[in-house]
């Protein structure tokens, strides 16, 4: 397992490298997790990717690095701290950097003699494959397939060139992974909601969720999905609730910010039972914050995001299948219960990407709906209807008879405005009502873990690989660590939160936000207490490492 | 004689209120389209104008304030055989909802905006709405804009309105002819709609229009977007109404011919081996 870090200034062309990289690493035949931190702006400043791969599959990020790719010295020494001692730097020979790991090659040289000094990352690429004693094998297919035609042959010169500049050091064992998907948790949404039967999407463009934006503008003629860039978020979820209405399974992405903008929707999706899925991708706030990085700090928000009471559900991702099958699972939920269902996704998760298991449409948890009743003259079509469980038939305008009425004010059965105090009480249980089947169909988190453990650690979303990593660590010493990792989140199930509640010694929160909101979640919703937490809002992913420093921390050592 | 399609439900708009003329010229237009209720979706958005859709047999969609349009347009893009009509007041239009009346212009989708414009907030009892009369601190007219007025007609052939309109609710006869127009133009078509408020609007009366309304000439080009402007921008003594300008021009679906074909966006199925196929492309 080895962890390297590419490191430049925005425009130097690093995203591009690594992009490339990871293609040559996966079809070699690694597994891999990449992160990309990048800064908000388009050239200079200091952005990097750290790839982790080897023949296990990975499921987050290491602080440790075992070299170092830089082509500026802020890199290395930005990173350097990082690089274990028998570690490596490579660069081009010219760079001021002085250490004994430093490995300093002419790559700008052998690239102006190539003809083009900017194919000095592909010189870098092919020594950086001989370093790991991967073979060249598939470098051609990939750089034909991502580069301009005119391209082409220079890079795989320069690759070669790079890949002859000196003796392989690491032996990485290659495995069979040549089933496996390679993708970032973005594409792995899209994916699933395209799989789920997506015809429309309507965004602002706001980072980190743009990507999914892109994701279905170049998907929309082969999908079938009408894409719209509207003016702002308000926009964008009015629209994708007009076009649930008219029967278009619909989804909103956005991040935080644009959230904030759509919360009144969110209420109108709530009372006017129209279903709605809506991605939050988030980053730090509050306000702008920090645009490019990531957090998890709106889950309180979007559990108690617009005025007024009504049924939801939130979701929260917490890798890249999950980004699949839950994406599907949450337009299937909306549609069968009629509400909007929140996606909490973040920049790490958006971003990063790794190889998996195999996707499968086939496998997606679908929801027809159930012909509504045909409208008679002395029965027409109620919207509202009251219903044992809450749930109205749903008919879709045009599709038969049926005059469907909608209203974001209170209304009776038919959809017409109301201010009785009998009907108001009528909807309010019976919008409530929803919850009771809704509750129902909550999946437990996953345990990872010893059954026994006396250390429970909770979280949600993201963090949870580097969660189940650190545990599978701090268990190697004494089977004493386990770990509850939500996924649907709100309602919040609580089944096995308790059984383990009654059996461990203490819970440790871990959360990628300043104030503990699992924490305070669960303790709102169970009276359950965490002892400790380990908590960051640095704008900075929580690492393996980090959960480990955190619990030595207050264990005072292990 | 059978039933008309479209029939009304009781209001609650103030007796002498300009809405009744439009829901009851709109309701006879309906009833002209040869559309039944069921392939009829009106809009709306807040307000006494808004609540149009509660009050006509159709499918009704009464949503936020200031956001009828883009809920509007999306309803037309996932099922092009609705035919799809806004009915809203001139304070969801131009003021809650002025960003999307800007770029839904822009959009050129096929649905059609009756703005019922009676230059006042009516539901929230008389505050000055963007397009009120524009007034100075020594006016103590009610109601009173100390800035500019918006003027909708000028905007919208700004913004590249492909039909822009002014009708008046006391002409029944141009209202329809208006009306039946703007729903049959392919594209977004806006017609601006004087009517009086009469609990708020003291300076806008009814008197107040009808004596200055003033039909095109008989003579007057629609097509030429200068003169549309400069016609526009007549807004005093003589309120010019008919249509100031029309332009054919590509519509949403025009331009998004692989979602707009045959089969509405609402009824494409897409295979499961071809969304595996998208999958794979990731291995």
């Known amino acids: 397992m080895?962890?390297?870090?590419?490191?430049?200034?925005?425009?130097d062309g690093i995203e591009t490298m690594a992009g490339l990289l990871e293609k040559m690493l996966k079809q070699s035949g690694c597994h891999l997790f990449t992160i990309r931190d990048f800064m908000s702006r388009v050239r200079g400043g200091h952005n990097f990717t750290q790839i982790r791969f080897g023949d296990q599959p990975l499921h987050a990020h290491r602080d440790t690095l075992d070299g170092i790719f830089t082509v500026d010295e802020k890199s290395y020494q930005e990173h350097q701290p990082r690089l274990s001692y028998d570690g490596f730097i490579l660069c081009d020979e010219a760079l001021a950097i002085d250490d004994f790991r430093a490995i300093k090659l002419p790559f700008k040289k052998i690239a102006t003699d190539l003809g083009n000094p900017k194919v000095i990352n592909s010189v870098a690429t092919g020594a950086l494959l001989k370093l790991f004693n991967i073979p060249l094998d598939h470098a051609a297919a990939i750089i034909k397939s991502n580069l301009r035609a005119d391209l082409v042959e220079i890079n795989l010169s320069a690759i070669n060139k790079g890949y002859d500049l000196l003796e392989s050091h690491y032996d990485l064992p290659l495995i069979e992974t040549s089933e496996d998907l390679m993708l970032s948790g973005n594409n792995a949404i899209g994916l699933g909601?395209?799989?789920?039967?997506?015809?429309?999407?309507?965004?602002?463009?706001?980072?980190?969720?743009?990507?999914?934006?892109?994701?279905?503008?170049?998907?929309?003629?082969?999908?079938?999905?009408a894409v719209e860039q509207a003016e702002d978020e308000i926009a964008a979820i009015n629209m994708a609730i007009g076009a649930s209405y008219a029967g278009a399974t619909a989804m909103t992405g956005t991040s935080g910010g644009g959230f904030s903008l759509m919360v009144e929707a969110l209420g109108f999706s709530g009372i006017a039972e129209i279903p709605l899925v809506a991605v939050d991708v988030q980053r730090p706030g509050p306000a702008t914050g920090f645009p490019t990085r990531t957090e998890q700090s709106d889950l309180k928000f979007v559990i108690s995001a617009s005025q007024g009471e009504f049924p939801r559900m939130v979701i929260a991702l917490r890798d890249h299948t999950d980004c699949f099958y839950q994406t599907a699972r949450s337009l299937a939920l909306a549609k069968k219960y009629q509400i909007p269902v929140i996606l909490l996704s973040d920049q790490y998760l958006a971003d990063s990407t790794t190889t998996i298991p195999i996707l499968n449409a086939s496998e997606i948890v679908h929801y027809d709906e159930p012909e509504a009743p045909v409208p008679t003259p002395d029965h027409p079509y109620k919207r509202y209807a009251l219903t044992e469980n809450g749930i109205s038939p749903l008919a879709i305008p045009g599709k038969s008879e049926a005059l469907v009425r909608v209203d974001s004010d209170e209304h009776d059965e038919s959809g017409q405005i109301t201010e009785s105090a009998t009907v108001r009480n009528q909807m309010v249980q019976k919008r409530m009502h929803k919850l009771e089947g809704l509750k129902k169909e909550l999946i437990e988190p996953e345990f990872w873990g010893a059954q026994q453990c006396q250390s429970l650690l909770v979280g949600f979303g993201s963090t949870s690989g580097a969660i189940k990593e650190a545990v599978d660590i701090l268990n190697q010493e004494e089977k004493n660590y386990g770990a509850l990792l939500f996924g649907d989140i709100y309602p919040l199930p609580t089944e096995r939160l308790r059984h383990f509640c009654d059996q461990v010694m203490e819970i440790i929160n871990v959360e990628q936000n300043a104030t503990g909101q699992l924490a305070s979640l669960i303790r709102e919703e169970t009276l359950i207490s965490c002892e400790h937490s380990i908590l960051k809002y640095d704008g900075r992913q929580l690492s393996v490492d980090d959960i480990l420093t955190g619990i030595k921390n207050f264990k005072g050592g292990f | 004689m059978s039933k008309p399609a479209f029939t009304n439900y009781e209001t609650a708009w103030c007796p002498g209120c300009g809405n009744f003329a439009i829901i009851e010229t709109l309701t006879g237009v309906l009833n002209q389209l040869e559309r039944p209720p069921h392939q009829v979706v009106l809009v709306g958005g807040i307000g006494q104008a808004a609540k149009t859709n509660q009050y006509i047999t159709a499918n009704g969609f009464s949503g936020l304030h200031g956001r009828s349009l883009p809920a509007a347009v999306a309803i037309k893009i996932a099922n092009d055989d609705l035919t799809v009509i806004v009915n809203t007041g001139d304070g969801d239009s131009y003021g809650e909802g002025g960003n999307h009346f800007l770029h839904n212009i822009r959009r050129n989708v096929d649905i059609t905006h009756f703005v019922h414009d009676n230059q006042i907030y009516g539901l929230t009892k008389g505050q000055p709405s963007p397009t009120s009369n524009r007034c100075d601190l020594t006016d103590n007219s009610n109601p009173c804009n100390l800035g500019a007025s918006f003027n909708p007609l000028l905007i919208a052939i700004a913004a590249g309105a492909t039909f822009v309109a002014r009708s008046f609710s006391g002409d029944k006869k141009h209202l329809a002819e208006m009306m039946t127009a703007a729903i049959q133009h392919p594209g977004y078509a806006l017609v601006d709609i004087l009517q009086p408020c009469v609990s708020f609007n003291k300076t806008n009366t009814f008197a107040y229009y009808k004596k200055r309304v003033k039909p095109l000439d008989e003579g007057y080009d629609a097509t030429n977007k200068l003169a549309a402007l400069e016609k526009a921008m007549e807004f005093g003594d003589t309120i010019p109404i008919g249509i100031l300008y029309r332009e054919q021009a590509p519509t949403y679906a025009a331009k998004h011919p692989e979602l707009f074909d045959k089969v509405p966006l609402v009824d494409k199925q897409i295979n499961q081996s071809d969304v595996q196929a998208l999958i794979n492309s990731y291995i």
């Open chain 1, 193 to 225: 909601a395209v799989a789920a039967g997506l015809r429309f999407y309507s965004a602002y463009p706001m980072s980190p969720s743009t990507s999914l934006l892109d994701f279905f503008n170049a998907h929309s003629s082969t999908m079938a999905i």
């Open chain 1, 2 to 11: 080895y962890n390297i870090l590419l490191g430049g200034a925005a425009g």
